[in-house]
């Protein structure tokens, strides 16, 4: 079974602070994910990579910094969190084409006070 | 960007009794996706399916990628299948899924 592991599985900052959310998946998966996901807006792509030192763009990645490290490594920075940043993160790995599902990870909560 | 529509939002069953959910995509998929959660957890794939019929288990999605549209059938529900119910899909195997806003189901003995 595929394994991807984020860490912390909760975290309380203030406005203004910074916050690193980490990910690792033992999966050699080409492929990683950063979403989050609000009430009323299912989950949103923030970033992903396709391998170490990559970065793409997603869908709502104003606020945030991410930076893939190797090929098991993917690291969401939040340098300036804002209220509106509280939520859940979901980080998550696939390799590349046909056939090849999305393994997520159990998920960071956020609160930015 | 491609946009995916789930139906319908919310959908309250009696244990036994059977479900259909909807999907709908703006552009023609290449890969999607049918994924369950429980309130506050993760989610689990449940199945693969970017065209044709898939079952697993009491679980069936039929995609119509012509049609741009996928459906799951529940069959026989049981309570512990109360969650939502999420279809991603994208049309370009080089990017992340895009994710419905789920259907929730509720499942009552």
């Known amino acids: 079974e595929a394994a991807v592991t984020q860490s912390p599985r909760n975290k309380v900052t203030v406005t203004g602070g910074n916050v690193t959310l980490s990910c690792r998946q033992t999966?050699?998966?080409?492929?990683m994910y950063w979403y989050r996901q609000d009430t009323g807006h299912g989950l949103r792509l923030i970033h992903y990579s396709y391998g170490a030192g990559n970065l793409q763009i997603g869908d709502v990645p104003d606020g945030y910094k991410a930076t893939r490290t190797t090929q098991e490594d993917f690291f969401l920075l939040l340098e300036l969190a804002s209220p509106s940043q509280t939520s859940l993160y979901f980080c998550?790995?696939?390799?590349?084409?046909?056939?090849?599902?999305?393994?997520f990870g159990a998920g960071t909560r956020l609160s930015v006070l | 960007g491609q946009q995916v529509q789930q139906s319908p939002a919310s959908l309250v069953l009696q244990e036994g009794e059977n479900a259909e959910l909807q999907c709908n995509f703006s552009?023609?998929?290449?890969?999607l996706q049918w994924f369950y959660q429980r309130p506050g957890g993760s989610l689990v794939s449940l199945l693969y399916n970017p065209s044709g019929t898939k079952h697993t288990g009491r679980l069936t999605s039929t995609t119509v990628t012509k049609e741009r549209r996928s459906s799951l059938h529940i069959s026989s529900s049981q309570t512990t299948d109360s969650g939502t119910y999420f279809c991603?899909?994208?049309?370009?195997?080089?990017?992340?899924?895009?994710f419905g806003l789920g259907t929730r189901v509720s499942v009552f003995p």
């Open positions: 552009s023609t998929a290449t890969r």
């Open positions: 998550a790995s696939s390799d590349w084409g046909p056939q090849n599902t999305l393994y």
């Open positions: 999966n050699s998966h080409n492929y």
């Open positions: 991603a899909m994208d049309d370009n195997y080089a990017q992340g899924l895009t």
